[in-house]
């Protein structure tokens, strides 16, 4: 299967340069030319597979450049790092369901992609004897998930960027205590807007990305947002096992990289009845399925982090659909939000998202109120990313909801404890992180320096 840019520019590629790339040559986002359409008996056969048959039967319709016993080896690879054989299990509480992607090596969602995306670089890279220069920006999760990733392996390096000050201590602690010499930590002194700012310029400056080999490990990659697609399937499958008929999925997202894969496997004919997008204060997103509103603000700090965003990365790709696949009309509007912090609908291009889309959009206090009553009714502690989105399935009572748990309470410690009243328990892969050496440089929100500190350190 060939892949396109979002912009039109850039020529089709196949499924390893999409992922070798990241971004497209015109700065555009990497999307499938086709959306393979699965059939009822396609669909019959996938709900009794277990996660990484699934993955193979989902990857294969996209990765047809890599031999099928190769593909099968790189997923059984990836998921064998995690807790579970199920990868992402299903739990029913009360009349929700939590479906809970916190089982990996760093226990966030992100390990689901970023464990495969490792090692699909390291085996592109051997076949082809070439190394790699991996630079990304993270709120959080995709940092450590990153490194975990990529941490130790062969003709890559890893530089990620995250805003000082403005993630978890366990966040940053399980970034900068990897202290392998292919991982690079930069605390730029910014918000996470800066930081994906810095990133995009610098994979906009074609010339330097070529002479420096840079990959991305940002939802920008087209690989991040397909091994999140898999999920969607196996919760949907798994919830219709425990009695679910009319499924809707609550998400937690900032980037819409994770709903954006939702969407995606809706394309594919899985049966979603809707998709509820869940934000914090930072609520461009909501704005925007509401009424249209896609205007920037400032970042507000809140107690999930991850979400702490304005200018969602992944939203360009649902924008080549809502626009009819018109690379010019996406080449307009991203010009538009560029030159004037916002973008413009017409009431058709709402409604049309709304028949897709619902969304809450939850404070800080909510989130608390989430979490103490969600531990005192199941004795179950939820994230407070999690509970942005178990707070829309509370408030809704309208369809069988799955939730999509995106990381464990003990990544956010101090919220769990103040709104629950009790402290979540605490992985030995997290407890461990106290005690180990770190490695960071801070640097200035300064796209020069950074690209100054890459050069030194490839």
Excluded at 101 to 124: C, M, R, S
Aim: net charge neutral.
């Amino acid at each position: 299967m060939k892949y396109i840019s979002t912009r039109g520019k850039t020529e089709p590629v196949g499924f390893k340069d999409a992922v070798m790339m990241g971004l497209a040559e015109d700065g555009g986002l990497l999307l499938p030319e086709k959306i393979p359409a699965l059939t009822k008996d396609e669909l019959k056969a996938m709900s009794k597979m277990t996660y990484p048959e699934l993955a193979f039967a989902v990857l294969s319709k996209f990765a047809d450049d890599i031999p099928a016993n190769d593909l099968k080896e790189l997923i059984n690879k990836s998921y064998a790092s995690f807790d579970t054989p199920e990868v992402a299990p299903v739990i029913k509480k009360g009349e929700l369901f939590v479906q809970e992607l916190f089982h990996g090596p760093t226990f966030a969602f992100k390990d689901v992609a970023l464990q495969l995306l490792g090692n699909l670089f390291e085996y592109i890279l051997k076949e082809r004897g070439e190394k790699l220069n991996i630079i990304g920006a993270t709120s959080g999760d995709t940092g450590s998930a990153a490194i975990y990733g990529v941490r130790g392996k062969d003709n890559i390096n890893i530089f990620i960027l995250h805003p000082e000050g403005r993630v978890s201590r366990v966040q940053k602690m399980q970034m900068t205590s990897v202290t392998d010499k292919n991982v690079f930590n930069v605390a730029i002194n910014g918000t996470f807007d800066d930081c994906q700012d810095i990133v995009k310029a610098i994979f906009a400056d074609v010339e330097f990305k070529k002479q420096n080999k840079l990959g991305a490990v940002n939802s920008i990659n087209w690989a991040r947002v397909l091994a999140q697609v898999v999920y969607y399937f196996y919760g949907y499958f798994r919830a219709q096992e425990q009695g679910a008929e009319k499924i809707r999925f609550v998400v937690p997202t900032g980037n819409f990289g994770n709903i954006f894969a939702g969407y995606f496997a809706m394309r594919m004919g899985l049966n979603i009845d809707k998709l509820i997008l869940a934000t914090n204060a930072n609520n461009i997103l909501s704005r925007f399925i509401n009424d249209g509103d896609y205007s920037t603000k400032e970042v507000v700090i809140t107690h999930s982090p991850s979400m702490d965003i304005q200018i969602a990365s992944n939203f360009e790709r649902y924008l080549y659909f809502l626009y009819g696949e018109n690379p010019a009309k996406v080449v307009e509007k991203m010009a538009e939000l560029k030159t004037t912090g916002k973008i413009t609908f017409t009431d058709k291009e709402i409604k049309d998202t709304q028949k897709l889309f619902g969304t809450f959009s939850a404070s800080n206090i909510l989130t608390e109120t989430v979490i103490q009553y969600f531990y005192n009714t199941f004795k179950y502690i939820l994230d407070p990313h999690t509970a942005c989105g178990v707070g829309a399935a509370l408030e809704f009572h309208d369809a069988d909801y799955i939730c999509l748990s995106t990381a464990h309470p003990a990544k956010f410690p101090e919220v769990a404890e103040k709104a629950a009243g009790v402290k979540p328990a605490v992985p030995s892969g997290i407890s461990q992180l106290e005690d180990l050496p770190k490695k960071c440089i801070l640097m200035d929100n300064d796209i020069d320096k950074v690209k100054k500190y890459l050069a030194d350190n490839i």
